[in-house]
């Protein structure tokens, strides 16, 4: 019989938090900011709804924390100013082109276009960072209107794409999207654009 090796604190700590946002990302995913609720995030993950308080504060911060962890912006955020235009068209693809992501993806921005608390705290502590880095990589006076302009276009196209079915952009290709779409944020990046 092989002893399991005993899982330091931070590891307990680890798990604890991604039971809690995998049960927080379904449930905000399902049923919406407004009927979620932290006794019934902690019930699923199995924990006491005292520890979701402990460490994640209240419900926009653990919304903000389930919106952000299920988002990959690493490569947009990490783009160099070659290359920021092409990330933030493939973003715009990433989770709503994966099946198993798809629907959580589109509730979750759902519940950010109809509750107020979750917009803000989708905007101030997801958004927003991400949007300061982008305006960091793009540089000149105007970089953080241009992160603001390139992360509008994106957002628009998904929502209408994938939350308005425009019958158009939902019919369309990938690729296409991405070909007629990359002048326009390459020109949006292009700090020496008028």
Do not use: W
């Not at 090796?5 to 995913?29: H, K, M, N, W, Y």
């Not at 082109?97 to 997801?126: F, I, K, N, Y």
């Amino acid at each position: 019989m092989v002893e399991d090796e005993p899982v330091s604190r931070a590891e307990r700590r680890r798990r604890t938090e991604d039971a809690i946002l995998a049960a927080a990302r379904r449930q905000f995913g399902e049923l919406g900011y407004e009927r979620t609720s932290i006794r019934a995030v902690a019930s699923e993950a199995g924990i006491d709804p005292a520890l979701v308080m402990q460490l994640f504060g209240n419900k926009e911060r653990l919304f903000s924390a389930a919106a952000s962890s299920g988002i990959d912006l690493e490569a947009l955020t990490g783009a160099t100013t070659g290359d920021l235009a092409d990330a933030a068209a493939a973003h715009l693809f990433t989770d709503f082109e994966d099946p198993e992501r798809r629907g959580g993806a589109a509730a979750l921005l759902r519940s950010c276009l109809t509750h107020p608390a979750a917009g803000a705290a989708l905007r101030d502590q997801v958004m927003s960072p991400a949007q300061a880095a982008v305006a960091a990589t793009i540089g000149g006076d105007d970089s953080e209107l241009r992160a603001a302009v390139l992360n509008a276009c994106t957002l628009g196209v998904t929502i209408a794409r994938y939350l308005l079915e425009d019958p158009v952009l939902a019919g369309a290709d990938r690729a296409d999207i991405q070909r007629i779409l990359r002048p326009a944020l390459h020109s949006i990046v292009d700090s020496d654009s008028p």
